[in-house]
């Protein structure tokens, strides 16, 4: 069983604590503006096996290593190129995590094999405090047991893995709600592997070309993300993701789940203000208004998790533009249902 800790300043003597388990190759999870992370010694690959072990995940399915500064950057990839720098300077402490080609001290327990290590600098104070202390780079997979949700709270990573680890600190809800961008530097043009708060559009101000991995947009084609294979992010039922036309979303889910109810099944709908409004469902999670994409990313997971202790035998969600955090929210909820969707039009 471990510990909760609430942190109200960066100063609290927990966090000293829990850098010490950090220094002595145990498990801390705490909080990133985007996910709770579960970190470890980057540098130690006992740590980031037991990492492996407490998520339950596939060890070819590389780690984030958190870093604090520039020094950390350096220790741990070989050549910060001018891709690099130009992101970094734009949107970094931030929501967005880099791949570049690893140097010599990061085991390749980390990186699953890889010459290339994932670097962030996640903009979140306790986190950093966290990564300061600890003297070394955090690595961090989100917090959840492998093929979960990823956490959004403190008490959602208590759930998962209360008796696998050393430490929880709880830094409140986290900001924005799903796992940060990634984008591959090591080729001529930066590719984004997985969607996130820091979308194409803004990186298209700074290129003149970004692409995307042919995977996120649901080719069936090997991610070059490891992880982004794996069905993921998913509630303990079933889930169909309804997709297209908002004019006749509510309709459509209304029909299902007709459907469903004739045959003695239990419907749950993860919908948006207005489809719930309309839909006037007793089994409803709401992400929030269709046009506040922000706070449907922030509300996403908790809505996929709001299931878990009841009994339904099917989840009905529907879906979003994939313009900006869109693309994200979309990526997620594809990845939930198992690419399992109804497209309306
Ligand atoms: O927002 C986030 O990034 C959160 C918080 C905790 O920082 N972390 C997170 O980690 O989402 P995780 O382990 O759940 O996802 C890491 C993703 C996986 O899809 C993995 O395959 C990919 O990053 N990845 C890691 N190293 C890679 C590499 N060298 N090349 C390509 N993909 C890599
Ligand atoms: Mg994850």
Redesign the pocket.
Known sequence: ECELVKINSIKDEALTKAAEFIKNGGLVAFP?E????LGGDGLNSEAASKIYKAKGRPSD????L?INDQKMLHKIVNDVNSMAKKIMTAFCPG?I?L?LPKSDIVPSSV??G?N???V?M?DNDIARELIRLSNTPIA????NISGRP?PTTAQAVYNDLHDRIDMILDGGACHFGV??T?V?CTEDVPII??P?AITKEMLEELFPVVKIDRAIVGENVVP?????KYKHYAPKANMILFEGSSAKMADAIANKIADYEREGKKVGLVVSSEVAEKLQHENTAIYGNQEDLLTIASEIYECLRFFDDKDVDIILAEGTTDKGIGLAIMNRLHKASGFNSIFID
């Open positions: 990133t985007t996910v709770y992370g399915n590389p780690l984030i958190h929501p995590t791949i990186t699953g890889l290339t290590v994932a962030r996640p961090a997979p989100s917090a990823s796992e940060s990634i591959d592997l997985r996130g070059k993300a490891p992880g982004m």
